[in-house]
């Protein structure tokens, strides 16, 4: 229990240093959000307007006060685009990402973990090294090709499913394939390598000797301990997906935080990006600390107290 | 059956190859529902306080005008009947249409508008455009429940114009005194469509009024769903989950056509693409020289090619789409003529020149201005070409003149009136430099007393034969000086369903559902 405080308690010092980094990036790069805002053709008198509206002819410093000021009382500000509050533009999209995400994750673990035992059960066979190709595949597809070609081939040729957008859930399938299969490529190769590890120990060949089905030898005994190394990845891919949905999301039409943030970016509107990036370094590292108190539950060995 | 699962991927593949030919989603339509793809999401849907075209497209379906533009940006009574000005050009005076309600149920009369009007003119709370008004406008008068005079110090010719502009909708004052800051996302008006939801990063819905006091729509709902790929809005409307695409890429053309699910529409817009100079960086101060750039470029080749014939050479500083353009002179493709003058002006061989671009947010920009460096080295200059992000390049060709380093550099102008005045007025006046602690759109920083004047008169003049002339003059000097390196315009294509008729489609780069109807089947 006292670990867990004191996890959470690390929590602050880093996410300080976001909203410290991620602020001093931001007025670091060019681009006026007013003049971007306020569109080519603007006069002069609204930029001005602007600006002032949006309180950059403040100093920095001034400003970087008043947003942790404001961060403390829970305040991220408002959007400068839409001049509604942050917290909503972000909360409206980072439940849609999360979905995409625990989907990615899903596509995952469901394909990868048996694409790596088959692997390994039948390793240094045509099985193994077709699995493995598919693997090396599923890691260098880029989002955007591996998207366009399912969209191509599932929506438009086959009909299967609604191209982009979001609407029901046959609008999830092909976003969490594309997000998923880097992530599946790495948890079946992850798989595969240690249960290679854990079928040569001791006590399997035990297992083995006492006449267990080979099936149960897999599932109960080796893949048990296989999986440890396992759930650091799926729980670190967990954390990039949040954060590398991006192009998935662009792809798909998909309203989450991937696509405000660079949208965002494009009109330099500085409290959403804040906000956003804030939100996003929040979940990873809470993620992490999930995953670490996960060993505890799979491995008795590493639990605390 | 495990270890067949990694290759249902590839089977499938197989399988889709096989067939191809009978595939294809479901095309049976709702003809109650018609969906528009959107490149980005609207941030405001508040009238006075948008500034993209994709919100402005939005709000124009929710609200109406005192007056609007037709088809040819012609301008059209809207909820007023009728306007007169007076002699001395000081008072204009509209006439309101009775018996028409806003979608709360608010009457609109000429308190309505007073308060719109006032609203975009308070100074301690302006909008991201009370500068279209706030500097002509010096009182709104309700005259009586059906009638508005509007009062000017001096006369302001493009009045009407200004009035149809999206910013000079006319809001609900009960629904904004209830909203306040959040009546962006709960817009009420008297338009054709009623706002129904807003889902961020996803849709913003419309349900049809079916109070409305024109012609009544004849779809039940619009959708606009932002789809920030191009390739993503194409396939959508190739599978009829879209039903109108903006802003096709002229390549993309000729796939879309050849799909029984779309059809094309080809119309000219009001935007002109061009290269400004910096007309006070020497060699650009001579006119010589400028001509020379305009001399060496083929415009009608990267048309032709680039744009797949999809534009027209520009031969004004305003496209013919706008109130007041006036066919003027195209400068020829002729690299003769420009080596000549560039030898008058002194310009020596390998004479080394900066070309700006964005790398991206324009059709073709980066093509285009790569090829407009080769047409420039042919001549024998030395071009550093560059492209930068759109935030950072706004921002230096925005900059004062003491600061930038800017000599030739891509931008469009589509004045969002349609008239003349905002055409020219902020782009080419000397008074509208940027400068330290002042920003202003005559990034080229150039400057004719002669072009002053005229723009001026244009400003001041009520009847609009004589501003007809003002500006025909005006072009013709703008166009001999060549303060930019003048290019072209590009037609607005726009993609969408078969079996869908009547899209209104605006030269101001808009497209609008309320005449749209869907076949029988």
Known sequence: MNYILRRLLHIIPVLFGVTLLTFSMLHLIPGDPAQILAGPDASASDIMALRQQMGLDRPLAVQYVDYLK???????????????????????????????????????????????????????????????????????????????????????????????????????????????????????????????????????????AKGLHEVLVIAKHALRNALIPTTTVVGLSFGSLLGGAVLTEMVFAWPGLGRLIVYSIGIRDLPVIQGAVLLLALTFVLVNLGVDLLYGLIDPRVRRE | MKKYRPFMFIMAAVITLVFAACGGPDSTIDRDVLIFAIHNEPDRLDPPNQTDNTTEDIVRHIFNNLVEFDEYLNHIPGLAVSWEVSEDGLTWIFRLREGVTFHDGTPFNADAVKYTLDRMMDLEKPTRRTSLYEPFIDKVEAVDEYTISIYSEKPFGPMLAHMA?????????????????????????????????????????????????????????????????????????????????????????????????????????????????????????????????????????????????????????????????????????????????????????????????????????????????????????????????????????????????????????????????????????????????????????YSNPRADALIEQGMVTANQDKRKEIYEELQRILVEDAPVLMLYEINQIIAYSTGLNDLTISPLGLVFGYNAYWSEQ
Do not use: C
């Open chain 1, 70 to 208: 404001g961060l403390a009382q829970g305040d991220l500000g408002r959007s400068m685009s839409t001049r509604r509050p942050v917290l909503d533009e972000l909360m409206d999209r980072f439940p849609n990402t999360l979905i995409l995400a625990v989907a990615g994750v899903g596509v995952a673990v469901l394909l990868g973990i048996p694409i790596g035992v088959l692997a390994a059960i039948r390793a240094r066979t045509m099985v193994d090294h077709a699995a493995m190709v598919l693997a090396l595949l599923g890691i260098s597809a880029p989002a955007f090709w591996l998207g366009f070609i399912l969209m191509m081939v599932f929506s438009v040729h086959l009909g299967w499913f609604p191209s982009a957008g979001y609407r029901s859930w046959g609008h999830l399938v092909l976003p969490a394939f594309t997000l998923g299969t880097g992530a599946m490529a790495i948890v079946a190769r992850m798989t595969r390598s240690s249960l290679l590890e854990v079928l040569n120990q001791d006590y399997v060949r035990t297992a083995r």
């Open chain 2, 165 to 445: 502009h999206a910013a000079g909708a006319i809001i609900s004052p009960t629904a904004y005194k209830k909203s306040g800051e959040d009546f962006s996302r709960n817009p009420v008006g008297t338009g054709p469509y009623k706002f129904v939801s807003w889902t961020a990063g996803d849709r913003v819905v419309l349900e049809r009024n079916d109070d409305y006091w024109g012609t009544k729509p004849k779809i039940k709902r619009i959708e606009f769903i932002s789809v920030p790929e191009t390739s993503s809005r194409m396939i959508m409307l190739q599978n009829r989950e879209a039903h109108v695409a903006l802003n096709i890429a002229p390549h993309d053309v000729e796939m879309l056509e050849a799909h029984p699910n779309v059809q094309i529409s080809n119309k000219p817009a009001n935007g002109w693409y061009y290269f400004g100079f910096n007309n006070q960086k020497p060699p650009y101060n001579d006119v010589r020289f400028r001509r020379a750039l305009n001399y060496a470029v083929d415009k009608k080749k990267l048309v032709d090619v680039l744009l797949k014939g999809y534009g027209r050479v520009s031969d004004s500083l305003l496209a013919p789409a706008n109130w007041g353009y006036a066919p003027i002179f195209s400068y020829p493709y002729d690299p003769e003529k420009a080596r000549e003058l560039l030898k008058e002006a002194g310009i020596p061989e390998g004479f080394k020149v900066k070309l700006w671009s964005p790398s991206g947010r324009y059709t073709a920009v980066v093509e285009v201005s790569g090829a407009v460096a080769g047409y420039l080295r042919d001549v024998g200059l030395d071009v550093e070409y560059q492209t930068y992000e759109w935030g950072h390049y706004i921002d230096i060709i925005s900059n004062p003149l003491e600061e930038t380093e800017r000599e030739m550099f891509y931008i469009a102008h589509a004045p969002s009136t349609g008239d003349a005045d905002w055409g020219i007025r902020p782009m080419y006046h000397s008074e509208e430099w940027p400068m330290p602690g002042k920003s202003g759109n005559n990034r080229y920083f």
